[in-house]
């Protein structure tokens, strides 16, 4: 049975994401994604409903959009009795609350240690920790992983008959996350990365785009990517005769980035300099930079 569902999670990666249509993934799993596709959210915000018999847990529920609650509610082939966020960026969690009130739901999750840029109204009624697990019927368990980088409450889920992870956005499919301190953190991110190449993972189910077949080509090219571009930011700071502004460090490190991504593109490069600083190769003077040999 687990090749079987293995089979249907690698073959759902070719079926083009259509908002508002669920999809079943596996016996145990069905996806539904929000039609609030964007320059953040590709083609929308994925959530999953995984369980069996009559326990049923949603993971993300995204926007506070009732088009989509009401899609996740048509969608559930039984009661939803957990509402599990990623993390509480408003593409995510919104609409944890409004499915509370439906449903019952008991809501999990983390709560930020920043404001700036999250989902205030996302209160877990228990907070989870890394190791935890929660059981879904007598076949179906997912474990609990804190997966800090891209925001400092990540979470990722394991669906440990398949070994499928939940990613939400700590990996996402056919691009790269913003790191965007101080919430985000390049090194925390790096460091999750590599953790979960350690495990023994069978597919990704990620946050944004379909099922991502082979886990741990895409943590290893993540890692390369993140690294080559902290090569490439320490080249530019390295070269600067004077400590160099946010924005002349951007036009060098990011050259190959269109301009109507810098703003964002901006914020992942003090991610970048910020580690190099916790690594003592670079130093910060006001709001110039300088790399130390």
Not at 96 to 101: E, I, K, N, V
Not at 157 to 163: A, D, G, N, S, V
Not at 223 to 252: K, N
């Amino acid at each position: 049975m687990r090749h079987e569902s293995l089979r249907r999670l690698v073959d759902s990666q070719d079926i083009p994401v259509r908002p508002g249509v669920a999809l079943r993934l596996s016996e145990r799993l069905w996806r539904v994604t929000c039609a609030n596709a964007g320059l953040m959210t590709g083609p929308g915000t994925n959530s999953y409903l995984v369980g069996e018999a009559g326990e049923w847990a949603l993971i993300d529920p995204g926007p506070a959009d009732p088009a989509h609650l009401g899609a996740l509610q048509s969608a559930a082939p039984g009661p939803i009795r957990h509402i599990l966020v990623t993390h509480t960026h408003p593409d995510h969690s919104p609409g944890a609350a409004a499915l509370q009130r439906l449903t019952g739901a008991q809501l999990l999750g983390r709560v930020s240690k920043h404001r700036r840029g999250q989902d205030g109204t996302f209160v877990p009624d228990r907070e989870l920790s890394d190791g935890d697990t929660l059981q879904l019927g007598a076949h179906t368990t997912l474990r609990v992983y804190h997966t800090p980088g891209h925001a400092s409450n990540h979470l990722c889920y394991l669906l440990e008959p398949e070994r499928l992870l939940f990613t939400g956005d700590h990996i996402i499919q056919g691009s790269t996350v913003v790191i965007d301190p101080p919430d985000g953190d390049m090194s925390a991110y790096l460091a999750s990365l590599r953790r979960l190449l350690t495990e023994d993972l069978a597919a990704l189910a990620p946050g944004h785009g379909t099922i991502i077949a082979h886990p741990h080509e895409a943590l290893s090219a993540l890692i390369a990517h993140r690294l080559s571009r902290e090569s490439r930011v320490y080249a530019a700071l390295s070269t600067q005769e004077e400590p160099a502004a946010l924005d002349a460090l951007l036009e060098r490190a990011y050259d190959d980035v269109p301009e109507t991504l810098h703003a964002l593109a901006a914020r992942s490069l003090l991610a970048h300099l910020l580690k190099l600083e916790a690594d003592g190769r670079a130093r910060r003077r006001a709001d110039r930079w300088v790399a130390l040999s």
